[in-house]
Each structure stands twice: as C-alpha cells, then as structure tokens.
C-alpha cells in the first residue's frame, strides 16, 4: 500500500499534464485545421475559387503530414519547437509536434466533408447573389455539420 501512497501524486501530475497537452493541442489544431480543410476545398478543381498550384501545394504538404510517423515528426519539427516555447522537452513543448500532427489529419477530414455537401445548394447561393466567403460560412460549413445527433436538424431543413 505505501507504493500507491507514493505513485498516486506522480500519476495525478501526469493525468494533468497529459490532459493539458491534449486540450491546448486540440484548440490549436481545430484553429488550424478548419481553415486549411476550407482552403483546400475552395482550391480544389471546378470548386469555388480553383487555384490548381495552391490546391496541388496544399495537398501535398497535407499528405506528407499524414504519412509521416510521429516520432519523425518529432524530430523534424525540434527547431521549431525550440523557437516557439524555448524547449523540446516538457508539456507545453508537446504541443507542438502533437499540434503539427494533427493538423493535416483534421483539414483532410473537413475537406472530405465540404465537398460531400451537394454541389446544387452551393450554386443556389451563388446565384441568389452569395459572396464566395458567404457560400463557405452559410452553406459548406452549416451542411457540413455531421446530423447524426437526435435532436439535430439539417440547415436546409429548417
């Protein structure tokens, strides 16, 4: 039982670091993620403002950031690490690898998402006189939305 007295407090302290690393490494990458996922579709070919190099860049980069194991991951983005929070070693400089990781995984899975929205609903607000910016905030976005959830309802069903 003196073990548990002694391994209690350690196991608390990393319970909390590793639920701070999560947490700050979720909000970042949800910042990051939503908008690169936005770009990438907008950029796509036949898409809302196709810019063919930007998309192919775009995709390229977020594959590389797919395939990469996360060790390597670690290693590669050390300087950077570095430079951002002064270190590579403690919580806060886990954020950033753990950050650089996830952003590519959650902006290929928006994309996937927005362009599963029908392609109809996105000529309906361009010829109702919608701004590209207002066709992305208030049909891919809201339709995007998964609508699993009971009580929810569809944008367009309202």
Known sequence: MSDWSRIAPQLLDATGETLYMVAVATVITVLLGIPLG?????????????????????????????????????????????????????????IVPLTVGAVPFLARLVETSLREVSHGKVEAALAMGARRRDVVRT???PEALPSSSPGRRSPSSR
Request: charged share 5%.
């Open 38 to 94: 936005v770009l990438l579709t907008v950029t796509g070919p036949g898409a809302l403002a196709p810019r063919p190099v930007l998309h192919r860049v775009l995709g390229l980069l977020v594959n590389l950031g797919r395939s990469l194991p996360f060790i390597i991951l670690l290693v590669l983005v050390a300087p950077l690490t570095r430079g951002l929070v002064g270190t590579t070693i403690g919580s806060t400089a886990a």
């Open 139 to 141: 049909v891919l976005l």
